[in-house]
């Protein structure tokens, strides 16, 4: 290596012979490392080593590169825990942990490097610098961190040295990193018993006492600290040495956040969780696990209302989720209503949730379906959280109808399916695959005529199938994406995906309708995977009075091998029309149309019956010859008198409880309504019976409005009498 002459103008030490200042890692030129590797800038540095900006020169890829100090690589225990450091990152793939790429030993500098993925950002040790933080932005980069270390601990990595130096900020992700004094939980320890190792101010009292059991409760005691300091501007324990910061912490446990604050900014939930990670004795902290759990249940993200939020102003919040909330908009010029969509602030960027939420706008729009939600704007909020705005939506997912409900009634299913191929087939025409089918991401709602539609949701993971602009992938290959119940078995499998996923989701979704169940279950992936392999159950089962038409096209839509199924959506939708109507809806209509010509030939036996006698002059036989007389008996009644005398009580008998105001409300009414009032009884039973069949499901006994009715409702007063308050 050529010599030089320059002297390090930071600190005066000289460069003679280094390719960097070992004080404080100035770099005066750009270098090759490991061949592979050109040095470029200075990033930081710390007491292990520097960190520098460097290229992957093959591949042209930004990287960071962390380089052991000279001085310390001549001690074989800190070698072994950079080596150490490398192995334990480069088995923790985590989107909150800086990955590792690599490690080596470059011969001619005689330095050792770890090569990580180059961030763009700042520490969270900086972000501090400014004071406290509100728990709504502190909140989400805690939430990232449990996740990172319930991740490392899972793997049986414990950090043991979390400071808010060894948090990387990218906008709003968080990266743990500098692993470099980590300890696997099973392996032996590279330092010697009873050293102290980690920074004071975020060791735990056990880690300071150089106890030889120290487990990952350790990372959860430094977690507190760093909470307490982004929330309150202080450390939980105030000393002006180490060695009183030790003191403190093997004495009282510090005062709460929201004492330390002097307000109560900082939910009480929030206070005593960190106060929990905070606690002396290893065995009362949270897990890491644990400890996400309850910070991800954690709603402190302020409230938008009578805010403005892209060109609309926010009326109001409609519901909160896993990934976020969506707020009622208006356009406070034209009074359009809208539906923001909110992200919460610690997922953006993570698992790359936000070109998936950029993706569902995009594809939704482009395939312009009236069963496919239009979206208008998309943007972010000046604290970083993505939106985006979306046609107004009310109604009720296919999932919250069977809850509530249970099986739909064929004719109501249909109609659903037959909507949701159309938005399919149009979406698989533009060369995109939904790839997560499912009851909860169909909607129904009404559109402007009041007609009841369905809406098909959540395009945030669908995959373009056809080389285009937008042809990217964002999954890694052999990861499963979707909703297994639903989902193809090749889909599960992490195969390759096509339309023929959607045909099969949608059998799924389908056979759900139906039945109220899904169409296989099981405890794990393993098992349900094995049980979509074989061939799918008969609907019959559940509900025997549905057609076997239908089983024909969901066992070809449910079919193992994608070749198997319907190719096409057109095929799906032309198969739905052979299912005919349901068997109950059949035998209704049947019994309704007998009643009602039985009531047409009663009404109209009813009005001969009540039109007066015409005089039709008749020729009888008997009146054409004469008949003698009998001989007249004094104490004898003549027969015609007789007859008469013995009829007439009868006849009177048959109506003697009703009086004349009675008789003459019956003869006001049509004779088909009092036909009809006559069979309501008969109705009543045949219903029954129908209800009682096997396979037929009862409906709630209270009527709903065609708003609350999910697709149809029957009208209940097809047997009414609309003349029974007379």
């Avoid at 706008?361 to 000046?382: C, H, K, M, Q, V």
């Amino acid at each position: 290596m050529e010599a030089s002459a320059e002297v390090c103008p930071e600190c005066g030490a000289s460069l003679t012979g280094t390719t960097f200042c070992r004080q404080d890692g100035f770099l005066p030129r750009s270098f090759m490392l490991g061949g592979r590797y050109r040095i470029d800038e200075r990033i930081g540095g710390g007491g292990m080593g520097f960190v520098f900006g460097g290229t992957h020169v093959a591949l042209q890829k930004e990287v960071a590169i962390k380089v052991m100090r000279p001085d310390r690589a001549s001690r074989g225990e800190y070698a072994q825990r950079f080596l150490r450091e490398a192995q334990v990152a480069a088995q923790l793939r985590h989107p909150n942990i800086v990955a590792t790429n690599d490690f080596g030993h470059d011969e001619e500098t005689r330095l050792y490097y770890l090569v990580m993925d180059r961030l763009r950002g700042d520490t969270l040790e900086s972000r501090l610098k400014g004071g406290a933080l509100s728990a709504a932005r502190m909140v989400p980069m805690l939430q990232q961190l449990a996740r990172a270390l319930a991740h490392a601990h899972e793997a049986g990595v414990i950090h043991r040295d979390l400071t808010p130096r060894n948090v990387m900020l990218e906008g709003d992700l968080v990266r743990l990193c500098d692993f470099g004094l980590s300890r696997q939980l099973e392996s032996e320890a590279i330092t010697t018993s009873g050293e102290t190792i980690g920074t004071p101010a975020f060791m735990a009292p056990e880690q300071v006492q150089g106890d030889d059991a120290q487990g990952p409760a350790i990372d959860i005691y430094a977690f507190g600290c760093v909470a307490y300091l982004g929330l309150s501007g202080s450390l939980p324990h105030r000393a002006q040495t180490p060695v009183t910061m030790i003191a403190a912490k093997l004495g009282q446990p510090p005062e709460s956040i929201a004492a330390r604050r002097g307000d109560t900014q900082v939910p009480t939930a929030l206070d005593e969780l960190i106060m929990a990670c905070l606690a002396t004795d290893p065995n009362a902290r949270p897990t890491a696990a644990q400890l996400a759990r309850r910070l991800s249940a954690l709603n402190v993200a302020p409230d938008l209302t009578d805010s403005q939020v892209g060109s609309y102003r926010v009326t109001g919040l409609l519901g909160r989720g896993g990934s976020g909330a969506v707020y009622e908009g208006v356009h406070p010029t034209i009074g359009t209503r809208v539906a923001i969509k909110v992200l919460r602030s610690d997922i953006p960027r993570v698992d790359e949730a936000i070109e998936r939420f950029i993706r569902e706008a995009r594809t939704s729009n482009s395939l312009e379906s009236p069963y496919i939600p239009r979206y208008f704007d998309f943007g972010r909020l000046p604290d970083g959280r993505a939106f985006a705005v979306m046609e107004y939506l009310e109604g009720q997912t296919v999932e919250e109808h069977l809850e509530e409900h249970g099986a739909m009634d064929l004719e109501d299913a249909k109609t659903i399916l037959s909507q949701v191929t159309t938005a399919l087939a149009a979406a698989h025409a533009a060369g995109v695959v939904h790839r997560d089918i499912k009851p909860s991401n169909l909607l129904i709602t009404r559109d402007a005529e009041g007609r009841e539609v369905v809406k098909v949701l959540d395009f945030g993971i669908a995959k373009v199938i056809v080389p285009g602009e937008h042809d990217t992938r964002l999954t890694q290959e052999n990861v499963f994406i979707g909703t297994p119940l639903y989902s193809a078995p090749e889909q599960v499998d992490s195969q390759g995906v096509g339309p023929e996923a959607d045909v099969y989701a949608l059998g799924a979704t389908a056979f759900e309708m139906l039945t109220g169940e899904p169409p296989f279950s099981a405890d794990d992936l393993s098992s349900l995977f094995a049980a979509k392999l074989s061939s799918p159950p008969s609907v019959r089962t559940h509900v025997p009075s549905l057609p076997g038409s239908i089983d024909t096209t969901l066992r070809r839509a449910l079919a193992p091998r994608p070749t198997d199924r319907f190719q096409t959506l057109s095929d799906f939708q032309a198969s739905l029309e052979t299912w005919g109507e349901s068997p109950r809806r059949t035998k209704y209509l049947a019994l309704v149309a007998g009643i009602i010509l039985g009531v047409l030939l009663v009404g109209v036996g009813l009005r001969l019956r009540e039109e007066p006698a015409r005089a039709v002059p008749l020729q009888r036989d008997w009146q054409a010859r004469p008949v003698e007389a009998p001989p007249a008996e004094e104490d004898t009644p003549a027969p015609a008198v007789e007859a008469r005398e013995e009829v007439e009580p009868a006849t009177m008998e048959a109506v003697p409880e009703r009086s004349d105001e009675a008789r003459r409300a019956t003869m006001r009414r049509p004779p088909v309504m009092r036909a009809v009032m006559s069979m309501e009884s008969a109705m009543a039973e045949m219903t029954a019976e129908m209800t009682a069949t096997p396979g037929m499901r009862e409906r709630p006994e209270t009527a709903m409005s065609p708003a609350e009715s999910p697709m149809r409702a029957v009208p209940r007063a097809i047997i009414a009498d609309p003349f029974a308050d007379e």
